[in-house]
């Protein structure tokens, strides 16, 4: 399974960004999926996480401004970012907890993507 991020650029402050992520390979479904995010001398942390059933959370940070969403059938991932700051630049990375194969039997895997560049300046 192979995780792939895609949508960052340089953005100026106040403007959007949608940032999305595919799985592909042998994919039973998909349980629940997170951005995180690093910036530059700091620790990853977790930005927005939706569940299976399309439950939400999101770091008090990006609350009102982030919106994660999920197309299961595209096996795809979401993030909506509105009204960004110099404080959200980060590299971007997704996480998916998968079933699929395991030693030929199915069982839960986690995954990461490498991560794509979000940079909001003047």
């Known amino acids: 399974v192979q995780l792939q991020a895609s949508g960052g650029g340089l953005v100026q402050p106040g403007g959007s960004l949608r940032l999305s992520c595919a799985a592909s390979?042998?994919?039973?479904?998909?349980?629940?999926w997170a951005w995180y995010r690093q910036a530059p001398g700091k620790q990853r942390e977790l930005v927005a996480a939706?569940?299976?059933?399309?439950?939400?959370n999101y770091a008090d940070s990006v609350k009102g401004r982030f919106a994660i969403s999920r197309d299961n059938a595209k096996n795809t991932v979401y993030l909506q970012m509105n009204s960004l700051k110099p404080e959200d630049t980060a590299v971007y990375y997704c996480?998916?907890?998968?079933?699929?194969?395991?030693?030929?039997?199915?069982?839960?895997?986690?995954?990461w993507g490498k991560g794509t560049q979000v940079t909001v300046s003047s």
């Open positions: 390979g042998i994919i039973f479904n998909i349980n629940a």
């Open positions: 939706i569940t299976s059933a399309g439950s939400t």
């Open positions: 996480n998916a907890d998968v079933r699929t194969v395991v030693a030929d039997n199915v069982g839960l895997m986690n995954y």
